[in-house]
């Protein structure tokens, strides 16, 4: 059955039962806004494998929404995916891009003047210099209550200046009571 929709003078087909990749579209949903976005066609799709979505139209129309996730699961699991260290879905990855992320991208405080050593840009060489700390620091305190932390929180992210903590620690450990320690101590 054809669905007609008027769009910008236009009119736009939706054929449901019309299947992109792996997606199959079952519902017109019609425009809907989402988190703040403009409004956009979305429909409701079943995928090969079974799991229905919902999904904007012309991400699937457009390949950007392959199925509903089954396809790339399966591609990392097939090992055709490239691989460099193998440790990009591990927590100790994720500590290392939020740290990178907060340097390069936040410009205002605290990480205004924030940088990371251009060694550590790269994943391996951070690796290289804070696995074996991290994996004691894991053992000892569990790998949720494990965060990397500046000792010195005006400095910036290099091996000299970074270590495990808990959060405990790292909440005892900023600007604002290293400021109060300093005037209190002239």
Same mark, same amino acid.
């Given at each position: 059955?054809?669905?007609?929709?008027?769009?910008?003078?236009?009119?736009?087909?939706?054929?449901?039962?019309?299947?992109?990749?792996?997606?199959?579209?079952?519902?017109?949903?019609?425009?809907?806004?989402?988190?703040?976005? $403009? =409004? +956009? !066609?979305?429909?409701?799709?079943?995928? /090969?494998?079974?799991?229905? @979505?919902? *999904?904007?139209?012309?991400?699937?129309?457009?390949?950007?929404?392959?199925?509903?996730?089954?396809?790339?699961?399966?591609?990392?699991?097939?090992? $055709? =995916? +490239? !691989?460099?260290?193998?440790?990009?879905? /591990?927590?100790?990855?994720? @500590?290392? *891009?939020?740290?990178?992320?907060?340097?390069?991208?936040?410009?205002?405080?605290?990480?205004?003047?924030?940088?990371?050593?251009?060694?550590?840009?790269?994943?391996?060489?951070?690796?290289?210099?804070?696995?074996?700390?991290?994996?004691?620091?894991? *053992?000892?305190?569990?790998?949720?209550?494990?965060?990397?932390?500046?000792?010195?929180?005006?400095?910036?992210?290099?091996?000299?200046?970074?270590?495990?903590?808990?959060?405990?620690?790292?909440?005892?450990?900023?600007?604002?009571?290293?400021?109060?320690?300093?005037?209190?101590?002239?």
């Amino acid at each position: 059955m054809i669905h007609m929709k008027r769009r910008n003078r236009r009119t736009v087909p939706i054929v449901l039962g019309a299947t992109y990749n792996q997606l199959t579209i079952v519902k017109d949903l019609g425009m809907v806004s989402a988190g703040g976005e $403009k =409004a +956009r !066609r979305r429909c409701v799709a079943k995928c /090969s494998c079974g799991t229905v @979505i919902t *999904a904007r139209l012309d991400q699937i129309k457009g390949s950007n929404t392959t199925s509903c996730g089954c396809a790339f699961k399966a591609f990392l699991v097939s090992g $055709k =995916a +490239r !691989r460099s260290h193998g440790r990009s879905l /591990s927590r100790f990855y994720r @500590i290392w *891009a939020g740290m990178v992320d907060r340097a390069k991208h936040h410009r205002e405080k605290p990480y205004k003047d924030v940088y990371v050593h251009s060694d550590w840009r790269v994943f391996s060489n951070f690796s290289r210099d804070m696995l074996n700390s991290y994996e004691k620091h894991v *053992a000892e305190h569990g790998e949720r209550n494990t965060t990397i932390d500046r000792i010195d929180p005006f400095g910036n992210y290099e091996k000299q200046n970074c270590r495990w903590a808990t959060y405990k620690q790292q909440a005892n450990n900023k600007r604002k009571l290293w400021n109060k320690t300093i005037c209190e101590s002239l």
